[in-house]
């Protein structure tokens, strides 16, 4: 396998090695065969809330939140590697939107009191949070979101509905753009409201996938009152938090290690001794998987280059990179499923949804590797499209990078 | 954390140096250089005077120290600007056939470092010689020295040559083995027939009917000889490639640049979002040739210098073909035309992709080296 060599200096050595006994004591046997079975685009239920839980008693749940707000402090490097080894190791893919999203928002343009009431309780798991973007007819053409927000005294009225909402069905507080005015350019009426789930007014509609998984949901707003202090930023400036918490969605600091760990469950499907091992001895299949392994290569190098960058002193989230490393991510995401669900040939026609979601055994006449690559296909139809499309992605490049 | 030996800072220090200078040089010379066939002239100001060509070689020889990472940013200048200059052969394979120890090498080095020198490496025996066997160029022992008798086909700028580095088999004491040996272009015996390239260089079919070269001519003999063939044929192909990045950097330019003019249905068909989602495509193409080659260029010093090279060439050639046909495709009927220049680059392109051997055998070749590393399965490690 073709990989970067990282020469790192002692004490980030000594950050690895500590990343790595730590994983070697907490990622236990159990975790991860519950881990591999994860089909969809993040862990839920118990699995989620067990690894929050360790991550958050080593004082890493955040590795890039500064410690003042209770991150783990960790320097860019630092982050990169620990997201490196966990990724490599296989841990649950942790839900995004507290920690990920609605934090470094808060961070940036939240109160301090704001920041005092949530960010304590996205950190220990207190609040699980989910995303209120998109709307019935509101996907790609964000800014054409018509849930509205009505100021009536010290409280908003929100009236609406959010759709896709992944989690809606765990969370405790939502995050949801709001229309507060309708004057001038669509993106000036926009704002950033934090709701709480209780909320009278509010009801949750699943949404089951293809796959048979429950992950995403209708969210609908019924005269909801939401006190104005959980406005984060200012009224018709949302766009802005919008925005921001959108590039956020997109950059990962280790894309590629994501890549090579579904590769590496690739890999497990047509092992040698297994059903499928046919496979890994036809050229094709094997042509087909090294031009993604080598492809992956590559995002490392990107990746890299990118911190390397940032370590002298550039800039962070480079909006033109962050939507590169989206298209290729999704691309090559999509390529491994295929491959897998190539691999287990007629198996791919049993639906699995009972026995991955629904609770039910397993039949003793289908090879174990054969349960979960059809949903993890089905799932990541949805890379492509969430966190804005690909499409999107080549328009904001079109813009960002081509300067047309 | 760094990826390469020399430190983070000298080494961005050096290259942003000579992309400096290469820049500035392709910049005012563009005339002479630029999209042009080759000539000595100019090969010679860019060695000398200009001290552009020596800035990857070794201090003690009047380089810069650069090394492969030096290479690569010249290549990709060279790629940008179209420059049809011998770098790759005289330089970039070169300084890893020749022997740094021995003070004849390092002068010739030096001038080729100079401008005032090409040396020309003629390994493999021709198109599908991948294995480099040296079958079709005996080397009989005679005296201290050698006679060569056979032939090296399609070895690319060897009309330029002063001295050719060919690899040959010799009977050794223990058996057949390889030999790397200096033969000078003006050799009696030795000769040339020329054929023109698509992309304005030539190659030639090299007959040795008992060409005699002394015993100073051995550069190495046996794995050594091996060795030193596999790294120059592993840096010419990763130094390619940079001038690839280069080749579909100026294409994509050139192309938005085009659609931007170009009017059709009253607008610029830059407008168009089908143009715009291609322009796009190429240019996430680009980056990630552009990121392998990196990756490779840090690799070719070590252990994975060929499963690197290999996988370079093989998303490299992909990337080249891919951004070089919509290139043309975008440009419409003027693209297709001879005069255009978008037409150079495509045809430097192709020719890129097949110079080492092509997409389908580089992958091959990025399978049979992983392959190799696989380390037999350790129970309890799944």
């Known amino acids: 396998m073709l990989e970067l060599d990282l020469v790192l200096e002692p004490e980030e050595a000594a950050f690895q090695a500590r990343v790595r006994r730590f994983l070697a004591e907490k990622f236990t046997p159990e975790l991860r065969r519950e881990a591999e079975l994860q089909t969809g685009v993040f862990a839920h239920g118990e699995l989620a809330a067990k690894w929050h839980r360790i991550l958050y008693e080593a004082g890493w749940i955040a590795p890039g939140w500064p410690e003042e707000y209770g991150g783990a402090g960790f320097s860019a490097t630092q982050q990169y590697i620990f997201d490196q080894e966990c990724t490599r190791a296989g841990t649950p893919d942790l839900p995004v ?111 089951i996938s293809m796959s048979g998984e429950h992950e995403v949901n209708e969210v609908f707003f019924d005269a909801v009152r939401v006190p104005v202090e959980n406005l984060v930023g200012e009224e018709n400036q949302g ?74 002193g550039g800039r962070g989230a480079d909006d033109t990179l962050a939507s590169i490393h989206k298209l290729h991510v999704s691309s090559l995401m999509q390529a491994i499923t295929e491959l897998e669900v190539d691999a287990i040939g007629e198996y791919a026609q049993i639906y699995q949804g009972e026995v991955l979601f629904g609770g039910r055994e397993p039949s003793p006449h289908v090879p174990r590797r054969a349960l979960t690559p059809v949903a993890h296909y089905l799932n990541m139809r949805a890379i492509s499209i969430f966190g804005g499309s690909s499409e999107i992605q080549r328009n904001i490049l079109t813009r960002t990078a081509l300067g047309l | ?63 810069m120290g650069g090394s492969h990472h030096a290479h690569a940013i010249l290549m990709e200048a060279f790629g940008r600007h179209l420059v049809a200059q011998p770098y790759l052969s005289s330089v970039v394979a070169a300084s890893q056939l020749l022997d740094a120890a021995k003070p004849e090498h390092t002068s010739l080095l030096s001038f080729a470092g100079q401008g005032e020198a090409i040396i020309v490496p003629a390994l493999s025996d021709g198109p599908g010689d991948y294995e480099m066997s040296g079958k079709a160029l005996i080397a009989a022992v005679d005296g201290d020295g050698f006679v060569l008798n056979g032939a090296k086909a399609l070895v690319r700028d060897a009309a330029l040559a002063d001295q050719f580095v060919v690899l040959a088999q010799a009977q050794g004491e223990g058996g057949v083995e390889h030999v790397l040996l200096l033969v000078p272009a003006g050799a009696a015996g030795l000769a040339r027939e020329d054929f023109g390239l698509i992309d304005q260089a030539t190659a030639s079919h090299l007959r040795f009917d008992s060409v005699h070269v002394g015993s100073s001519a051995l550069i190495a003999s046996g794995a050594e000889a091996v060795h030193r063939a596999c790294s120059a ?89 891919s951004v070089a ?46 392959a190799l590393r696989r380390v037999p399965a350790v129970p309890g490690s799944a």
Not at chain 1, 179 to 190: D, H, L, M, V, Y
Not at chain 1, 281 to 301: G, K, S
Not at chain 2, 353 to 359: A, H, V
Request: charged share 20%; net charge negative; with cysteine.
């Open chain 2, 233 to 321: 044929v592993n840096a010419a192909v990763v130094g390619v490639c940079a001038e690839a990045v280069g080749v579909m950097k100026a294409m994509h330019a050139q192309t938005v640049e085009f659609a931007r003019q170009r009017v059709q249905f009253g607008r610029p068909i830059a407008e168009f979002q089908v143009l715009q989602h291609r322009m796009v495509d190429m240019l996430v193409a680009i980056e990630q040739a552009a990121s392998i080659t990196r990756l490779a260029r840090n690799k070719l010093a070590g252990a994975d210098a060929a499963l690197a090279a290999s996988a370079c060439m093989a998303l490299v050639a992909k990337a080249c073909r």
């Open chain 1, 239 to 312: 766009w802005k938090v919008a925005k921001f918490l959108l590039v956020n969605e997109r950059g990962s600091g280790s894309a590629a290690a994501y890549l090579r760990n579904a590769l590496g469950m690739l890999d497990k499907i047509v092992e040698p001794q297994g059903p499928f091992a046919t496979n890994a001895f036809d050229p094709a299949f094997a042509r087909r998987r090294a031009e993604i392994e080598i492809e992956i290569a590559a995002l490392e190098q990107s990746e890299h280059s990118l911190l390397e960058a940032m370590r002298q």
């Open chain 2, 1 to 63: 954390m760094t990826t390469a030996s020399m430190t983070m800072d000298e080494q961005s220090e050096l290259l942003a140096s000579v992309e400096n200078l290469t820049e500035r040089v392709l910049g005012d010379k563009h005339e002479s250089l630029c999209g042009r066939e080759f000539s000595r002239e100019a090969w010679q100001l860019l060695g000398g005077e200009l001290g552009l060509l020596a800035v990857a070689l070794p201090e003690a020889i009047g380089g």
């Open chain 1, 97 to 207: 939107a507290g920690i990920r999203l609605c934090g470094p928002v808060l961070i940036e343009f939240g109160t301090p009191d704001q920041k005092d009431r949530f960010l304590p309780r996205i950190l220990s798991g207190e609040h699980v949070w989910c995303q209120g973007y998109s709307e019935p007819q509101a996907g790609s053409d964000l800014a054409a979101l018509e849930c509205r927000a009505v100021r009536d005294g010290d409280d908003y009225v929100v009236t609406g509905q959010k759709l896709w909402t992944t989690h809606a069905q765990f969370a405790d507080w939502i995050f949801v753009l709001v229309r507060t005015s309708r004057e001038g350019p669509r993106q000036a009426g926009i704002s950033f409201l934090l709701v709480p789930m209780d909320a009278p007014g509010i009801t949750v509609r699943p949404i």
């Open chain 2, 325 to 370: 046909q919509d290139a043309v495709q975008i440009h419409g009927a003027i693209g297709i035309a001879n005069e255009t220049p978008i037409s150079r680059y495509f045809r430097r392109g192709l020719a890129i992709e097949m110079q080492f051997g092509g997409r389908n055998y580089h992958l091959l070749r990025y399978l049979q080296e992983t």
